[in-house]
């Protein structure tokens, strides 16, 4: 099959059988790859009701056609489950190598099923596969493990690992790879220990096949020229993702002191030009990436280095926690590559919790003597071990802000910052009403990358509340995770404006299929359904109250910056929920109708079953 591994690799832990299929290639026309296969396969084989830690619920990892060849940023990698952290719909993806490595090795995707009675490791080397006992690497930070298997096997070796995070099992623990890159959200990683499964170690020689050669070179090269002439290319490199960070403390946006406001009168020593003088040391890429986002960071204060920060860590492990020193960050990110969590989430739980403590909800008695203050730099190292580790304090937290503050109690649900049980990553939404829907219908929890809708609000007026800004919003829902299926970053599209109409000729000449961007679009919406299915299938009772925001952004207006005064009114919340499910085909709970299921042909792969 042009454009694909050509098998699909299923693992059973428990029994320790490895079988080797091939990939179907109707699973290979209707959902195309990544994401696509990830959900088609966790609808279909996890059965209802399935514990998110237990033998039972599949990790699945999933490449596109475009992963591993010469495409800008072929090198995305869909880890898709059922997520411990929300009980529904996990997809979180991750940026590398281990993705091209993969597809080399002749496989599109991989199904983890089962509990091993004992810590071991995947080893792909094409096709030679083992499961080989990791006992030494348990209870190891995923540095020291990824560097170990390197040592080992060499350097050719891409690979997977999770950290005492996930072997904790915290709900949003995370799967690292490349010394620095995560899939961190939903709790990928804590599948990923609950199986015992400590690292996956890939290699591969393989070629993949395309179906017209020269096609193929012709719209690759027309891609990256699009890359290289892109005007904002030199910034993007500079910068990375912090080139956001400074726009969004100017408009509002920087989650403070748990989302309390918008703006961080300290924030300044984060901005992206601070940083990159402060503590960059060199840019760092994924797979055929002509953009390299990713900035290597030395710290003097700690005598350490990371991948990172990037924006999203800044926010939440900086302005959300009240830290305005770019070094601290970069050290809490450490900690939490290390340690194998998400630096979102737990950013998210511990601006909680220091709200918690300014409250006096909780007193140093409840939080094993710190002093949770924001800005508190030793406390926020402390709370990451405590989490990783469930111990103190950190038992409450690690199940994350919706659990913590619903056993909490005491008012703190309504300043406890998720939706559906998902931490919110680094936008704040106060009067920012596609960006609060874009959290809100997000298909895993109050996540920024299906559909990034910030700057829209600015360009078309944030409190604005009209049809055609829903529209915006499904669009993009149903488009930006295309490349998620495909297999390739979207930021070349996003941050330079590369038409995404040149991907049309390279798919066509990978592939062999021609698709245009209308026809992914109609898979993005179908996949889009089918996840909704899957959230309403597991959650008895599922309904419209679970697309609600955190009512901090319906009922506390911000008290200073430039959101000052303003909030979204509860109406206005409900206003747009009405919208999007009219235009998204749903009714009034949110549930897709017969009528958009057919309209889709969800009903002829069986996924009717849910009600
Ligand atoms: Fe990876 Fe960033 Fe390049 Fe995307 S832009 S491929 S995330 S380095």
Redesign the pocket.
């Known amino acids: 099959m042009n454009g694909y591994g050509g098998s699909i690799l299923r693992v059973n832990l428990s029994t320790g059988k490895i079988q080797k299929s091939p990939t179907s290639p109707e699973l290979a026309r209707d959902f195309i790859g990544g994401r696509g296969f990830g959900a088609y396969l966790l609808f279909t084989e996890v059965p209802r009701n399935a514990d998110p830690l237990g033998p039972e619920n599949k990790l699945i990892l999933s490449s596109g056609p475009l992963s591993g060849l010469l495409i800008p ?1 072929a ?1 995305k990698m869909d880890f898709t489950t059922k997520s411990p952290l929300t009980g529904g719909y996990a997809s979180s993806s991750l ?1 590398g190598m281990l993705t091209a490595e993969l597809k080399y090795a002749g496989i599109d995707s991989i199904i983890l099923e089962g509990i091993s009675p004992h810590p071991v490791c995947l080893l792909i080397e094409d096709d030679r596969i083992q499961l080989l006992d990791a006992t030494e690497y348990w209870g190891q930070g995923t540095i020291s493990v990824e560097k170990s298997i390197k040592d080992k096997y060499g350097e050719d070796y891409q690979v997977a690992v999770i950290g005492p995070g996930g072997e904790n099992l915290v709900p949003f623990a995370s799967i690292n790879h490349d010394y620095g890159r995560q899939a961190g959200r939903g709790g990928v990683g804590a599948v990923m220990g609950s199986k015992k499964l400590k690292a996956i170690a890939v290699h591969g020689t393989k070629a993949i096949p395309v179906a017209d050669t020269q096609g193929y070179q012709k719209a690759g090269l027309e891609l990256f020229k699009a890359c290289k002439q892109a005007e904002g290319l030199a910034a993007w490199q500079r910068y ?1 993702t912090t080139i956001v960070t400074s726009w969004c403390d100017e408009v509002g946006a920087l989650p403070t002191r748990n989302f309390i406001s918008g703006h961080f009168s300290e924030g300044k020593e984060l901005y992206g030009p601070v940083m990159r003088e402060k503590i960059v040391i060199t840019d ?3 797979f055929g ?1 002509p ?4 900035k290597y960071s030395r710290s003097k204060k700690y005598q350490s280095n990371v991948e990172g920060p990037e924006y999203e860590t800044i926010g939440m492990l900086g302005s959300n926690v009240g830290i305005s020193d770019i070094e601290d960050v970069a050290e809490a990110n450490r900690l939490c590559d290390d340690l194998g969590i998400d630096t979102i989430s737990t950013g998210g739980v511990i601006g909680w919790a220091m709200e918690c403590y300014q409250k006096e909800i909780f007193t140093s008695s409840d939080t094993d003597g710190l002093l949770l203050d924001f800005g508190n730099t030793k406390a926020v190292f402390e709370l990451i071990h405590k989490i990783a580790y469930r111990k103190g304090i950190g038992k409450l937290l690690s199940q994350g802000v919706k659990k913590a503050s619903e056993i909490t109690g005491k008012g703190s649900e309504n300043f406890a910052i998720h939706v559906k049980g998902m931490e919110q990553s680094a936008y704040a939404t106060h009067n920012a009403t596609a960006m609060l829907l874009a959290y809100m219908t997000c298909d895993v929890g109050a996540h920024h990358n299906r559909s990034w809708a910030i700057t829209y609000d600015l360009q078309v007026g944030r409190d604005l509340i009209v049809p055609e800004k829903v529209a915006r919003i499904i669009w993009l829902q149903n488009f930006r995770p295309m490349f998620d299926v495909l297999g390739s ?1 979207r ?2 599209w996003v ?1 330079l404006s590369i038409e995404r109409d040149l991907y049309v000729p390279a798919l066509e000449a990978i592939t062999g299929i021609h698709r245009t961007w209308e026809d992914l679009e109609k898979v993005g919406e179908m996949i889009w359904n089918l996840t909704r299915l899957f959230w309403i299938r597991e959650n008895s009772g599922f309904n419209r109250t679970w697309d609600l925001p955190s009512p901090r952004f319906y009922t506390e207006p911000p008290a200073d910056g430039p959101t000052e005064g303003q909030i979204t009114k509860y109406e206005d919340v409900q206003k747009l929920m009405d919208m999007y499910y009219d235009q998204r085909g749903w009714d009034s709970n949110g549930i897709p109708k017969n009528e958009t299921l057919k309209k889709l042909d969800l009903e002829s792969f069986g996924v009717t079953s849910w009600s």
């Open positions: 940023g090198g940026g990375g760092k890429g994924c990436c953009s390299p986002c990713g970053c930021l070349q941050e």
